[in-house]
């Protein structure tokens, strides 16, 4: 475990990445005025102390000299380094993030849009080295600055570490972790989705729960198994009332999965999927046994992007953020351009409000009204 010191540390060395970036952008040449301590935190959006203790971690590697009753200046090392124009914006992310019902489309066009000066790419992990994927596009491109920012989305925590290491400017589109919470992030209220999904299936009855997620957990899935079991628990069910199916997001594996739990004498008959996609599949599965949705059973989705489903889904309960995708993608492009321009956002994590559609009127006006999936 990372101590509350390794986590500060990370923090400074952010923060001090950032002050470089800005040196870099400005084109300041060695001997030139710098910063003060305040304006230097005021541009952060922290204390001075931290940003004091970023400036030394500069000065130690001659990017920053500060002459006492002078001021501070740059650094003769800063000579050697020539400014190069930031190029490219990075969406980083796993195969089953992206499929799962994202709108990458309306992320990339929004971030281009923004930032017209960068080029914009999309980069899908491997499934098998995706740490060392990312190390080798990271290497050379840091020292060139080719890089001009990242948007991590549905990334591991090793991958969110090798990013944060490497000084680019980066935000999280979703959960960060213990060791990464010096990177900024948004993300939906996922304790709050777990406990919105279970109490819906409550209220309708049912007293035995399944809970259909991806077979790669993030922070976010943990915080949504917390709000699920909370419910449950006020509810006095006991561990026997959930059941949890982590699995690939391949269409005939859920398929598979769902019609073997549905099939059981003492089947659950609340569901709960993670994705759109998942739902389809659940959906199919329950159809192809001939049992009704609803009546029989219901299912209940995680649909935060506000994306548009197939017709069979698309008038089943439904979790939403607040803020559609559109809003959500100009949210994380402007938390990135402020991490590019050598600024920390505003709160530096987001919690997107959540909440259940489930009227058909509410359903059908939304759907008419999305972007489809890309």
């Known amino acids: 475990m990372i101590g509350n010191n390794d986590v500060s540390m990370l923090r400074i060395e952010r923060y001090a990445a950032l002050l470089e970036r800005d040196i870099e952008r400005k084109g300041l040449l060695p001997g030139q005025p710098y910063l003060t301590g305040t304006e230097a935190a005021r ?5 001075i102390a931290m940003a004091n203790r970023a400036m030394v971690l500069l000065v130690e590697k001659s990017l920053l000299v500060r002459k006492p009753g002078v001021g501070t200046f740059v650094g ?51 499934r098998g080295n995706a740490v060392s994927h990312v190390k080798r596009g990271l290497e050379g491109k840091c020292d060139n600055r080719d890089i001009a920012g ?49 109490e819906y ?15 790669t957990w993030l922070p976010g899935d943990n915080l949504r198994l917390d709000g699920l079991n909370d419910a449950l628990s006020e509810a006095e069910l006991n561990h026997g009332s959930l059941i949890i199916r982590s699995l690939r997001d391949d269409k005939a594996t859920i398929e598979s999965e769902a019609r073997l739990l549905l099939s059981m ?16 599949a659940v959906l199919a599965s329950a159809e192809s046994l001939g049992i009704h949705v609803p009546g029989d059973i ?29 809003a959500q993608s100009q949210y994380v492009s ?4 402020k991490c590019i321009d050598g600024q920390m956002p505003e709160p530096e994590h987001v919690v997107l409000p959540v909440r259940l559609a489930s009227e058909k009127s509410e359903l059908l006006t939304i759907a008419e009204r999305n ?4």
């Open 265 to 280: 004498p003492d089947r659950p008959t609340g569901l709960i999927c993670c994705s759109p996609a998942f739902a389809e």
């Open 76 to 126: 003769p090392q800063v000579a050697s380094r020539a400014a190069v124009e930031l190029k490219s914006v990075h969406v980083l992310g796993s195969l089953d993030r992206f499929g799962g019902g994202f709108p990458q489309q309306i992320l990339l066009e929004t971030l281009a849009s923004a930032m017209p000066q960068h080029s914009v790419h999309l980069d899908i992990l491997p």
């Open 334 to 337: 402007s938390m990135l351009k």
């Open 201 to 215: 299936l409550l209220k309708k009855g049912h007293r035995k729960i399944a809970y259909f997620c991806r077979e």
């Open 43 to 47: 541009m952060l959006g922290v204390h």
């Open 371 to 374: 972007t489809p999936n890309t």
């Open 150 to 198: 990242v948007v991590l989305l549905g990334c591991p925590a090793e991958i969110q570490s090798e990013v944060l290491n490497s000084g680019i400017p980066a935000v999280v589109f979703g959960g960060v972790y213990h060791e990464t919470t010096a990177l900024p992030s948004i993300d939906k209220d996922q304790y709050r989705m777990g406990r919105i999904e279970a």
């Open 298 to 326: 219901d299912i209940v989705f995680n649909n935060t992007s506000r994306t548009r489903t197939s017709s069979a889904v698309s008038r089943l309960p439904q979790i939403w953020a607040e803020m559609d995708s559109v």
